[in-house]
């Protein structure tokens, strides 16, 4: 983030956004399993959170995204989303957020999902 949060800073939309999942939401862990990918997306939430309170005086957006599960090579053909609705889904969410979204976890669909 340090590489490019002047930018972001300088940008109109003042937003930075990453692919995360719900894998690494703690609260949301119903299941168990998947240590290594739910620890690598529980990190990548946490500095989310952290950039968001440090990013906040500056007036950028922080938040990671949760994409769905998708059909993709990752996913499999079982997987409940199609890549065009995932992607459609998360750019509306993205074009609507606002500072008071910052540091908040969201999916593909604008829900709310708790850390």
């Not at 005086?57 to 079982?78: C, E, K, Q």
Request: some cysteine; charged content about 20%.
């Amino acid at each position: 983030a340090e590489a490019f949060v002047d930018h972001v800073a300088s940008s109109e939309q003042k937003k930075l956004v990453t692919v995360s999942s719900i894998m690494g939401s703690i609260g949301a862990n119903s299941y168990g399993g998947y240590y290594v990918y739910r620890s690598s997306k529980t990190a990548v939430n946490s500095l989310m959170k952290c950039l968001a309170i440090d990013l906040a005086s500056r007036g950028i957006s922080v938040l990671p995204l949760h994409p769905g599960w998708v059909r993709t090579d990752m996913g499999g053909a079982d997987a409940d989303v199609d890549v065009e609705t995932s992607v459609s889904g998360l750019r509306e969410v993205i074009a609507g957020v606002t500072m008071s979204d910052s540091g908040r976890f969201f999916d593909y669909l604008g829900a709310e999902i708790p850390w």
